[in-house]
DNA sequence: GTAACTTTTTTAATTATTTAATAAGTTTAT
DNA sequence: ATAAACTTATTAAATAATTAAAAAAGTTAC
C-alpha cells in the first residue's frame, strides 16, 4: 500500500509540473481521490518541501483556496531535440525555464555508427557541467526523427542498435530514467500541455519543417498507433507530380510542401531573375536560408509570400484529409516553418474551404503555434513527466531536500 | 454507494454480454475490482437469476474455474439498421441471436419530413408483435448514414428535429433508452466486440458500400472524433478525376471506389458487348445487381474481377494514406461490398506495396470480415450495451424475473 | 502414487477511503 | 447591513475495499 500512496503522490507532482498554482480542489479531481486523501498528500509533500504554498487564489464565491506549486530547485529534467544533422541539449526545471545554455551540437544521424555514443557523452557532459546533482534529476527526454517504437525504446531508422532498446541501454550509461519519442510527437506533447492545445481533446499538430511531420492528440492524449509510427503525414501519397521523395516513392504530400522546396523555389526565383528582396538569400546554410525567407514573407516580399501560398495551399489539401479522417476541433502550425506566422493561414482555409465538406470544417479553428523553436525541447521534458507515476522509486526525495 | 455497486454489478453484465463463459478471475480483473467484491456481485446477479453459472473451464495448471453467463430470456435489444432506403429492425437476445425475424422496410430519408415518425411506429410495432414485455428491453440501438453527433444524439443529415435531439425525442415515445451513430461507426463496433477485431486496439474497418465509410477503432475503443464525424473516408480528396461526388465536390475516394462505380462499370461493359456473366445482370434493383457481380467474380468471371480490382487498388490508395497517418495493427474490409470476398485483398495489398513505406505497413494485417450482411445490426445492439452502466437504474430487474 | 506446485474459492482481519458533520472564509441578494 | 448561499478546510466516524491466510481442487514431476 505504501506503493499506491507513492503513486498518488507522483501524481500530485506531476500534475503541478503541468500547472502551477493548483488547488486542493482541483488537484483532487485530477487525480481522482477523495478530498481528505487528497490534503494528506499534499501536506506530506509541503512537510518534504517537494511542494510549497503559493497563497490564495481568487473566490469563486465562496472561501478562497490556497494553491500549492512545485518547490524550485529540487527537480530537473533533461532534454534532448535532435533533427537529422543537429542536436540540442538543455537542462529544464519544473518550472519549464531552461537552467543553462541550451547545448547545439553538429551529429548526423544517417549512417553514422557513433551517433549514439556521441549522444550519451554529450548528455553526460552536459549533465556534469551543469553542476547539479544527479539525485536531482528526474531523467532523460529525448525526441528524434525516424521510425520510434516508444514503448520498446527503439529507433528503427537510426541510432540502431541490432534493434536492441535504445532507451536501456542509454539509461545504464547516464544513470538514470530515459524516454525516447518521435519528434513531431514531442512537439504535439508540447503543444497539448503548454502550448494552444492545451485542454483539447483533438488536435493535429502540423509539424512544417524539412519535411511535414504530424503530432495526433486523440481522445486528449497523444496518439502514436500501433507500433508506434502514426503520424507519417509526410508521406501519403496524394500528388500525381512524379516527384521522387526522399523515402523512395512518388507524389508525397512531402514532394510538395517541405521547406527545401520553398528554398529550392526561391533559388529557382532568383537565378530566373524574380524581383524580390530574396536575392540576397544566403544559400549555403539551409537554416539560414529558411529563416530569411520567412522573415521576407513576414515583411511582404511578394514572391516569398507566393511561395509559402503554393506550399500552404498543398499543406491544406493534406489537412483536408485529416479533418475527413479524424474530425479536430483544431488544428495547430507547428515546427521551424510556423516562424512563418500567420502567412499560412489564408492558403490553406482555402484548401479547406475547396475540399472539405463544409460541415466538417465549420467548426475546426486553425492556429499558429505560440510556443516557438522550443517546442520539441519542450516536448521531450514533458515526455519524461508524462511517466512519472511509471518511474519506480524516485531516489529518495528526503535526501535531495537535505542537500539543497 | 448503493449506486456505485449497481454501477459494477452492471459492468459485470455488460462484460458478460460481450463475452460469455467467463471466470469469476476473468470478471475481476475486467472491472478492475478485487476477487472478494466480484465474487459478491456475481453472488447477488445469480440470486437474482440474471446470471447463470455454466460449468468448469478447462484447467490452467490449477483448480478449474467455475464460469457464468447470462441468465437467457431476461433481456432483450432492439436493433435498427438504417440506409439512405431501406431500414431494417430486429430484436436481439443477449446471445446475439436475433428472436425475431428481421423487419426490412423501404424508408427513403432524404427529404422526408416523415420518415422519423414512421421509424418511431415502425420500432412499436416490432416490439409490439415479438410479445416480450417491454420492461425486458433494455434499449434500442440505431445505426443511420450522416453526420451523426452520438453525445448530443443528433442526426445533421437526416431525420432533421430542428437540431433537437433525435435520441430523447424517440425515447420519449418508446419508453427505453435510445442510442444513435453513424452506420460505418457501428459496423466497426460489432468489428470490435464480436468479429476480426476482437481484442485488438487499433484497427481500421472498411465499409464498403454504396460509399466508403470507415470505422477507426484507436487505443481498443471506437473513435469519433469531436463532434463525431470522424472516418469520413469517403469524401477524402485524392484523385484529379473531375468527377463530381455525391457531396459536390470532385475527386472524393468514393467516385473511384464505390460499388454505384462497378454497377456503372458492369453496365458500360455489357453495352460495349464485353464477353461476361454478366450479360444476364438485372438491371433494376441496385442491391440485386451488386450481389449479382459480387457472385459472380467469386466464381471467377473476369470482366467481374477486373471491375473490382480496379476499385480495390483505389480503395488501397486510401488505405494507405490511413496507415501511414494511423499505424493500425489491422485493416478489416466489411460492410455490403465484403461480399466479394478474397478478391479484394491483391489489389488493395498491391496499391500498398506501390503507395506505402514498407516498413509501416509490414506488420498491418487485411482481412476480410467474417460478420457479412448483420454486422450492423450487431453493432446497434452492441451500443446499447456499450453504455449499458451509464443507463440509469434499468426497470427492476427483481420484478423482471418473477415474470419469466 | 505421492509430493510439490498452480489456480480458484472462502473466510477473516486489517487497512484505506468515503461520508458526514462542522467550521471558516467570501460572495451575493435582500 | 445582514442573512443566505457557496466554496474550501478540518475532523471524526462509518463503511467499504483490499490484503492475507488458509482451504479446496487440479496438474505436473519424480
New interface residues.
Given amino acids: 500500500m505504501i506503493e499506491k500512496k507513492k503513486l498518488f503522490r507522483n501524481k500530485i507532482l506531476k500534475e503541478l509540473y503541468f500547472k502551477d498554482n493548483l488547488s486542493c480542489v482541483e488537484l483532487c479531481v485530477k487525480i481522482n481521490k477523495s478530498f481528505p486523501i487528497t490534503v494528506k498528500l499534499i501536506e506530506d509533500l509541503v512537510a518534504e518541501n517537494l511542494v510549497i504554498e503559493t497563497g490564495y487564489a481568487p473566490s469563486t464565491g465562496g472561501r478562497r483556496p490556497l494553491t500549492y506549486a512545485l518547490q524550485k530547485n529540487v527537480m530537473y529534467l533533461v532534454s534532448v531535440a535532435m533533427d537529422q544533422f543537429v542536436t540540442k541539449i538543455a537542462i529544464m526545471d519544473m518550472q519549464n525555464d531552461f537552467v543553462s545554455p541550451v547545448e547545439k551540437i553538429v551529429l548526423p544521424l544517417p549512417n553514422n555508427s557513433q551517433a549514439l555514443q556521441v549522444l550519451i557523452e554529450k548528455i553526460a557532459e552536459v549533465i556534469d557541467s551543469s553542476g547539479i546533482p544527479k539525485e536531482k534529476f528526474v531523467g532523460v527526454g529525448i525526441g528524434m526523427p525516424g521510425?520510434v517504437d516508444v514503448k520498446k525504446g527503439i529507433n528503427?531508422s537510426f541510432l540502431q542498435l541490432s534493434n536492441k532498446s535504445i532507451t536501456k541501454h542509454i539509461s545504464e550509461k547516464i544513470g538514470m530514467p530515459v524516454f525516447i519519442d518521435n519528434d513531431s510527437s514531442l512537439i504535439a506533447l508540447a503543444e497539448l500541455r503548454f502550448g494552444a492545445a492545451r485542454g483539447e481533446?483533438?488536435v493535429m499538430v502540423v509539424n512544417i519543417g524539412w519535411g511535414v511531420g504530424?503530432g495526433?492528440i486523440?481522445?486528449g492524449?497523444l496518439?502514436?498507433?500501433?507500433?508506434?509510427?502514426?503520424?507519417?503525414?509526410s508521406?501519403?501519397?496524394?500528388f500525381?507530380n512524379g516527384k521522387l521523395c526522399s523515402?523512395?516513392?512518388a507524389g508525397c504530400l512531402e514532394t510538395e510542401t517541405s521547406l527545401l522546396l520553398i528554398i529550392e523555389g526561391a533559388k529557382e526565383g532568383i537565378s530566373s531573375g524574380r524581383l524580390s528582396r530574396l536575392t540576397s538569400l544566403p544559400l549555403d546554410d539551409l537554416e539560414l536560408a529558411c529563416d530569411f525567407i520567412m522573415k521576407a514573407a513576414r515583411d511582404g516580399d511578394q514572391f516569398a509570400v507566393e511561395l509559402f501560398s503554393k506550399a500552404g495551399y498543398n499543406i491544406g489539401?493534406g489537412v483536408?484529409?485529416?479533418i475527413?479522417?479524424?474530425?479536430?476541433?483544431k488544428i495547430i502550425l507547428s515546427g521551424r516553418g510556423s516562424s512563418a506566422g500567420t502567412i499560412w493561414l489564408a492558403p490553406i482555409q482555402q484548401a479547406l474551404n475547396?475540399?472539405c465538406?463544409p460541415?466538417?470544417y465549420q467548426?475546426?479553428s486553425l492556429e499558429i503555434s505560440t510556443l516557438g523553436m522550443h517546442a520539441e525541447l519542450v516536448g521531450a521534458a514533458a515526455l519524461v513527466m508524462e511517466n512519472y507515476e511509471r518511474i519506480p522509486l524516485i531516489k529518495k526525495p528526503l535526501q535531495v531536500l537535505q542537500e539543497t
Same sequence: chains 1, 2.
Fill in positions: 521510425f528503427y481533446k483533438n504530424l495526433l486523440l481522445n492524449e496518439f502514436r498507433g500501433h507500433e508506434g509510427f502514426a503520424g507519417e503525414f508521406h501519403i501519397p496524394v500525381l523515402c523512395g516513392k489539401k483536408a484529409i485529416l475527413h479522417l479524424l474530425n479536430p476541433q475547396e475540399h465538406i460541415r466538417l467548426n475546426t
